[in-house]
């Protein structure tokens, strides 16, 4: 079945007992993550829980498609209903969930994240036309859906905010739902419960969001898009010592590589400097930079390691991927 965005949302948080499976799909990447993680969760809340939640990538079942009914078919040692994800899935795979659909493989439930699909495609026709799966396309939210995340969040925590400061954390933070979330728990940790607190004005979240390190932010976002490892070191160490909080770096760094695909694509404008950035990138590179980026995001998020030692990998790794500049 094909789910509204209107729906998706409400569903993610409590998915039918009778899906199988289900596909996330979209141009917005933290979007799709973060109503699979939903999803997720609400079968299995401990996602770090191996016995019950197993990863896999679109290229494993590519070459071993076996794993997926094997996987879906395993019982949980300590009982409960069991997650597998997959993650980058394409086209490609479709008759293998044609297969999986028509099988009884238990109760597990499949979630599978993937890209931007065309009505066309036919793991998106393939989802959206089974009794037991959906398809959920995951569209950049418009400025007024972010401007009412931003109110609600803010509200379950007390605090209100003046128009400025909301249109304010609406453009720095754009479209971008993982992105969005993430910078708005660290603005609320910093802030803590409101009190008796006025709204918050525009003074008071610029000093949290982005803040000193948005230029450093913006530059090294350039360099890596030219590949120009020399400038980012320097970046990097000059980062360090401003006390440049990597996250956003990488997040800022995610977005533009977001918006040159979709100029590469032809699904969004392109202008002035974006237009030099993305003639040095083809498809494929370009592919594979947003999923170093995006992978690197989630952990910087999900586990215990350095934010900036991950960050810093993922920026340096994805800068050399650069076609070398013609002499």
């Avoid at 596909?23 to 979007?31: D, E, Q, S, V, W």
């Avoid at 533009?256 to 100029?263: H, I, K, M």
């Avoid at 910087?300 to 991927?321: N, Y």
Wanted: glycine share 10%.
């Amino acid at each position: 079945m094909r789910i509204s965005g209107q729906d998706a949302d409400k569903l993610s948080k409590k998915p039918p007992d009778t899906w199988k499976a289900v596909l996330l799909h979209g141009a917005n990447a933290g979007l799709v993550r973060e109503r699979a993680d939903a999803i997720a969760r609400a079968v299995v809340p401990d996602l770090k829980d191996a016995f019950r939640v197993s990863d896999l990538s679109g290229e494993t079942l590519k070459r071993d498609p076996a794993r997926l009914a094997d996987e879906a078919s395993s019982i949980s040692m300590f009982g409960g209903r069991r997650v597998v994800r997959v993650r980058d899935a394409a086209d490609a795979l479709a008759p293998l969930f044609e297969s999986f659909l028509g099988s009884n493989s238990g109760d597990t439930l499949v979630v599978v994240e993937a890209g931007e699909l065309s009505k066309a495609s036919g793991l998106r026709k393939l989802f959206e036309g089974a009794r037991q799966a959906a398809g959920i396309e995951c569209a950049d939210d418009s400025a007024t859906d972010t401007a009412r995340l931003v109110e609600e969040s803010l509200a379950a925590q007390g605090w209100k905010i003046t128009p400025e400061a909301q249109a304010y954390l609406v453009d720095a933070l754009g479209p971008d739902r993982r992105l969005l979330r993430t910078e708005l728990d660290k603005l609320l940790l910093y802030l803590g419960e409101a009190g008796d607190a006025e709204a918050l004005s525009r003074a008071d979240v610029s000093a949290v969001i982005g803040g000193s390190g948005d230029v450093e932010s913006d530059e090294i976002a350039d360099a890596v898009a030219d590949g120009d490892l020399k400038r980012l070191d320097a970046l990097i160490a000059k980062g360090n010592e401003s006390g440049l909080p990597w996250g956003v770096a990488l997040g800022f760094t995610l977005r533009l590589f977001q918006r040159l695909s979709a100029g590469i694509e032809g699904a969004g404008p392109m202008w002035g400097k974006m237009q030099s950035q993305a003639a040095g990138w083809d498809r494929p590179r370009i592919r594979l930079a947003l999923t170093i980026l995006s992978e690197a995001e989630a952990r910087t998020r999900t586990t215990g390691f350095p934010e900036a030692v991950m960050a810093q990998q993922a920026l340096i790794d994805v800068a050399r991927r650069r076609p070398a500049r013609k002499a």
